[in-house]
């Protein structure tokens, strides 16, 4: 039977498939299925949203007092940063050693498989912003983390982390594309640069298609890690972008911050107030197309219901040019918004 989805639940998809923040994608899931037609054709829809509702509710309130609820780490990550990247890896693949490198965070690095139980966020800096990498348990049958999916909900891309040197690398990473497509998640090769999200099921709100790094790790070792990398993607036949990279010697990483800022599209934006020198310390970050209103959002929400107009510096335009809320930012613009 057919789901004949209203106007109404589709712009609440539409809406739930923008939101990164779990509170947002709370509402919006309960709006999707306020505005869902009741009706065998949404049935399997409906349970699962409901399901859904009950996970992400009962994770963004946290343990109950008295209770005997979940008292563990998170398992839903609130994005900060200009992007959430997601890494993920079979086991042993250097994911960990890899994320206390970047980001500092004092992530416990073992030699033994499955260390990493809970997601582990850390800030990676790059320039005056910062990404946020998010450490994920290895993907494996062996293994099997029930809330994976749930997680990368929120990511905006993710760096998929093998080492070469590993004579199982290729089986191990034929796994892990089969145990994530069980969980409707799909690594894809293509990154578009702009605010468009990254939840691009057509027919199932729920699937994933997460903008994949291979980040080929232990490039210490290799003589020609760029040639090995090339090798393993053609005779795995994919069609990632590829860095290779050592954890332990630095070699690469260096590459990793400005490759994430140019494919995400990432734009920083500056405000001022009227009179007053730009805040240079702290800059918004938008992606490309995104808009001065986009930018008064990010500020407070009155803000944004109460805009008239901005003036922008170091625009296409000329100096101090009065724009609409429409207008479409750019990397390094100074934004002075008024209400």
Known sequence: MPANLSPEYKAAEAAFRRARDPRDRLEGLREMLRTMPKHKGTDHLQADIKSRIKELSEEIEGPKKGGASRTGPALVIRPEGAAQIALLGPPNSGKSSLHARLTGSGAHVADYPFTTQYPEPGMMPFEDIRFQLVDLPAVSPDHPVPWLAGTLQTADACLLVVDLNDAACMEQVETLHAVLKEKRVTLSERWNGDSA??????????????????????????????????????????????????AT???????????????????????????????KERPFTLRRGQTVEDVAKLVHKDV???????????????DGQQVGREHAVTDGEVIELHT
């Open 197 to 246: 999200p990254t939840v691009a099921g057509e027919d199932d709100p729920f699937a994933l298609r997460l903008p994949t790094l291979l980040v080929a790790t232990k490039a210490d070792l290799e003589t020609d890690p760029e040639a090995e990398v090339q090798t393993f993607e053609e005779l795995e036949g994919l069609r990632y972008p590829a860095l290779a990279v050592s």
């Open 249 to 279: 010697t630095g070699k690469g990483l260096d590459r990793l911050g400005p490759w994430l800022f140019r494919s995400l599209g990432v734009a920083r934006v500056y405000t001022k107030l009227p009179g007053k020198p730009a805040d």
């Open 304 to 318: 944004a219901q109460s805009l008239k107009y901005a003036r922008v510096w170091n625009s296409t335009g000329f």
